[in-house]
């Protein structure tokens, strides 16, 4: 008599799907939870579990309970992130990724909707395969996706990467004056031990994450899932003109060099710019200028620009064109202007075939589905930048909004997700044990 484990593989397949009817997915269960957690860590004004809080540790605890109900070890790595790890027979590891964290009066959706649809999947994965699948599955729940304490966003999975900037995390303070690493060792991390989380991707075959797309793409579409293609690199900058300041009253317009005007004739440019990309976007998102009274003419203005774009070459050629813009606005008004670079990322595309399977599970679950980029940054970019095939599944946000207590999804779109996205993984289950 032959134990399952001596079952040529592709014939186990076979068999794991005719016992898929027995242990499907319930994505009601998975929306009934979400609700569960936004009555235990919300409140009028949205979700309240900003990471290292007290109402992030209750939700942390949750969690645990939901995964003791499974056979899965669970544990906390050097970084502060939530593994639970179903075993499987292979060592190569399909890891499924979340955050739990949250904005202050953040939605219901963003983060959590990842973590507690992974948290099904393991529970399908287990009874399908009596608590060992063909490949190891982990979920893993990020610490501080957001940065919403310490302005440091991607924490726990820059930190699992190798990327995050230890001297500027080092640095980082709340609006209290606390610091991270003071902060982190009250939950039990070593600040300048986070890097050797490391390890935890050792045997990573393939990453997937599911999110609301936190954008009206979809909704405009009327498509309730969508396959992303990968997430836009960023280009922030400060752009500072200095003019002269004069009286307001006394000097001819003629004769007046104007900071703000020239500040101003960009906000129309970058528009151009960002029509021109074929899919980029542009936003001056801040503007202050001094002497800052009405009575004078604007001696300097510094407004802050955030370009976005999937391509690498046109990301370049958006910042190039819009360098252009201002020297040419500063001459045309007898001005100066200086840049300084705040911030970049590169461009994360996602992993080809694993978008194609995306867009399989999405066609085969809703007949239709839309490959789209993310603007927003999430943890699976860190993920894909540390070499692991990786790939995003979108579910349309309703009002196209996020970070805000009336972020929602049609209860029907998060189910058809639930779905989709067990679908995705049984096919990169696959994916990896053919590689």
């Not at 690199?233 to 002269?244: C, L, M, S």
């Not at 095939?389 to 929602?408: A, C, R, W, Y």
């Given at each position: 008599?032959?134990?399952?484990?001596?079952?040529?593989?592709?014939?186990?397949?076979?068999?794991?799907?005719?016992?898929?009817?027995s242990a499907a997915v319930n994505p009601q269960r998975t929306i009934a939870e979400l609700k569960e957690l936004r009555a235990l860590t919300g409140d009028d004004d949205g979700a309240q579990r900003v990471a290292f809080t007290p109402t992030w540790t209750r939700a942390r605890a949750w969690l645990r309970e939901k995964l003791a109900e499974l056979p899965v070890e669970v544990h906390t790595d050097e970084a502060g992130n939530l593994w639970a790890t179903l075993r499987g027979e292979s060592e190569k590891a399909l890891l499924i990724g979340g955050h739990i964290d949250s904005v202050p009066n953040g939605g219901w959706l963003d983060g959590a909707l990842n973590v507690l649809a992974g948290v099904e999947i393991l529970r399908r994965l287990a009874a399908q395969y009596d608590g060992r699948p063909p490949c190891t599955v982990r979920l893993v729940e990020w610490a501080d996706e957001e940065g919403a304490r310490f302005g440091k966003s991607l924490f726990g999975s820059s930190a699992c990467s190798g990327n995050l900037d230890m001297d500027e995390a080092r640095g980082l303070v709340d609006k209290s004056g606390a610091s991270l690493p003071v902060v982190l060792r009250e939950h039990g991390i070593d600040f300048e031990n986070v890097m050797a989380s490391g390890h935890e991707l050792a045997n990573a075959a393939a990453y997937l994450e599911l999110h609301i797309e936190q954008g009206p793409v979809l909704l405009d579409l009327d498509r309730p899932l969508g396959a992303v293609l990968g997430t836009f690199?960023?280009?922030?900058?400060?752009?500072?003109?200095?003019?002269?300041a004069a009286h307001s009253g006394s000097t001819p317009m003629n004769r007046r060099k104007d900071a703000f005007l020239a500040a101003g004739r960009m906000s129309e440019e970058i528009y151009r710019i960002a029509e021109r990309s074929d899919g980029g976007v542009c936003t001056i998102g801040s503007c202050t200028t001094k002497p800052g009274i009405v009575t004078s003419v604007v001696e300097e203005c510094r407004i802050t620009l955030d370009q976005r774009h999937l391509d690498t070459a046109t990301l370049a050629r958006m910042l190039a064109e819009a360098h252009e813009a201002s020297e040419r606005f500063a001459r045309d008004g007898h001005v100066r202007v200086t840049w300084e670079r705040l911030w970049q990322i590169a461009p994360r595309p996602f992993h080809e075939e694993l978008i194609a399977l995306c867009d399989e599970a999405i066609t085969e679950t809703c007949g239709?589905?839309?490959r789209l980029p993310s603007g927003p940054l999430?943890?699976?970019?860190?993920?894909?930048?540390?070499?692991?095939?990786?790939?995003?599944?979108?579910?349309?946000?309703?009002?196209?909004?996020?970070?805000?207590?009336?972020?929602?999804t049609r209860e029907d779109h998060l189910a058809l997700a639930v779905t989709a996205f067990d679908r995705l993984a049984d096919k990169a289950l696959a994916w990896i044990i053919r590689r």
């Open positions: 008599m032959h134990s399952r484990c001596d079952i040529p593989f592709a014939a186990r397949w076979r068999v794991a799907y005719t016992e898929a009817m690199g960023v280009e922030r900058h400060a752009i500072t003109f200095y003019g002269q239709v589905c839309h999430h943890d699976a970019a860190e993920v894909a930048r540390a070499g692991v095939p990786t790939v995003m599944m979108f579910v349309q946000s309703l009002h196209g909004i996020s970070h805000n207590k009336i972020e929602d």
